[in-house]
């Protein structure tokens, strides 16, 4: 007659025997003791019987919580408490997605440009050559309104041009830098042409009121012996005096 196998450890048991030697467990014609049964209670006694030492030892491990089919217990703790699988974060520990300030804290706003070296701030030079443009488009629009459209109510005196005429040439000028300054292209049209234009500290669209505050202050610019401009050259945003007083800056389009 051949040996038959353990319901538990799968080790074979010889014809007759009642219990496993190797782990202790009943063996009643082939069928595992149901919950209860006296077999799964009295193991590591059985085992001692059977199998001496190791027997005891190998039954008191089996009358614990074995899973069906073998192996040894498991212990599941409640959700909430231990340890969740690897590479997850432990229970009410989650961190946000990707990217996210951490819960709790308000997102962090990013700079509106990023001024990180000294190749975004527009030099002396194209600032100059945008100036000199400005100026030749200035000059232009004065004449056409003066001999188109002022010269039949204004009187230009032979020695000059008539007060009305500078008053309203300055009008011109003022209009001209700080609406288009302060217009979604942030420059004027040497500025563009030269691929510059002005912004606030922040890089922001400049305000109206900060045009006009960049505009009068390049006449104190202008009344230093023209030092104001000049600082524009060796300043570290290579900024002239009006910038300063107004807190604007002349960067180059392409860098943002």
């Given at each position: 007659?051949?040996d038959?196998?353990?319901w538990?450890?799968g080790?074979?048991?010889?014809?007759?025997?009642?219990y496993?030697?190797?782990?202790?467990s009943?063996?009643?014609?082939d069928?595992?003791?149901?919950?209860?049964?006296?077999?799964?209670?009295?193991?590591?006694?059985?085992?001692?019987?059977?199998g001496?030492?190791?027997?005891?030892?190998?039954?008191?491990?089996?009358?614990?919580?074995?899973?069906?089919?073998?192996?040894?217990?498991?212990?599941?703790?409640p959700?909430?408490?231990?340890?969740?699988?690897?590479?997850?974060?432990p229970?009410?520990?989650?961190?946000?997605p990707?990217?996210?300030?951490?819960y709790?804290?308000?997102?962090?706003?990013?700079?509106?440009?990023?001024?990180?070296?000294?190749?975004?701030?527009?030099?002396?030079?194209?600032?100059?050559?945008?100036?000199?443009?400005?100026?030749?488009?200035?000059?232009?629009?004065?004449?056409?309104?003066?001999?188109?459209?002022?010269g039949?109510?204004?009187?230009?005196?032979?020695?000059?041009?008539?007060?009305?005429?500078?008053?309203?040439?300055?009008?011109?000028?003022?209009?001209?830098?700080?609406?288009?300054?302060a217009?979604?292209?942030?420059?004027?049209?040497?500025?563009?042409?030269?691929?510059?234009?002005?912004?606030?500290?922040?890089?922001?669209?400049?305000?109206?009121?900060?045009?006009?505050a960049?505009y009068?202050?390049?006449?104190?610019?202008?009344?230093?012996?023209?030092?104001?401009?000049?600082?524009?050259?060796?300043?570290?945003?290579?900024?002239?005096?009006?910038?300063?007083?107004?807190?604007?800056?002349?960067?180059?389009?392409e860098?943002?």
């Open positions: 007659m051949a038959q196998l353990c538990n450890c080790k074979p048991v010889p014809p007759g025997a009642h496993c030697i190797a782990c202790g009943r063996v009643v014609a069928t595992p003791p149901q919950a209860g049964a006296p077999g799964a209670e009295d193991g590591g006694a059985a085992g001692a019987a059977a001496g030492a190791a027997g005891a030892a190998a039954g008191a491990a089996a009358s614990g919580p074995t899973p069906p089919g073998g192996g040894a217990p498991s212990y599941m703790p959700y909430g408490q231990g340890q969740p699988p690897y590479g997850q974060q229970y009410g520990q989650g961190q946000p990707y990217g996210q300030p951490p709790g804290q308000p997102p962090q706003q990013p700079p509106a440009y990023d001024y990180s070296g000294w190749s975004v701030y527009a030099g002396f030079w194209r600032r100059l050559v945008a100036i000199i443009i400005d100026g030749i488009i200035l000059s232009i629009a004065g004449s056409i309104i003066r001999y188109g459209i002022l039949p109510v204004l009187s230009i005196s032979t020695g000059g041009f008539a007060p009305s005429y500078e008053l309203v040439s300055l009008v011109i000028s003022w209009l001209y830098f700080t609406l288009l300054e217009s979604s292209h942030q420059a004027t049209l040497g500025k563009m042409a030269m691929g510059i234009a002005v912004t606030d500290m922040d890089g922001r669209r400049i305000s109206w009121g900060r045009a006009n960049r009068w202050s390049k006449y104190l610019s202008t009344f230093i012996l023209m030092i104001g401009w000049l600082m524009a050259g060796f300043t570290e945003k290579k900024q002239a005096l009006h910038d300063m007083i107004a807190g604007t800056l002349v960067v180059k389009r860098r943002y």
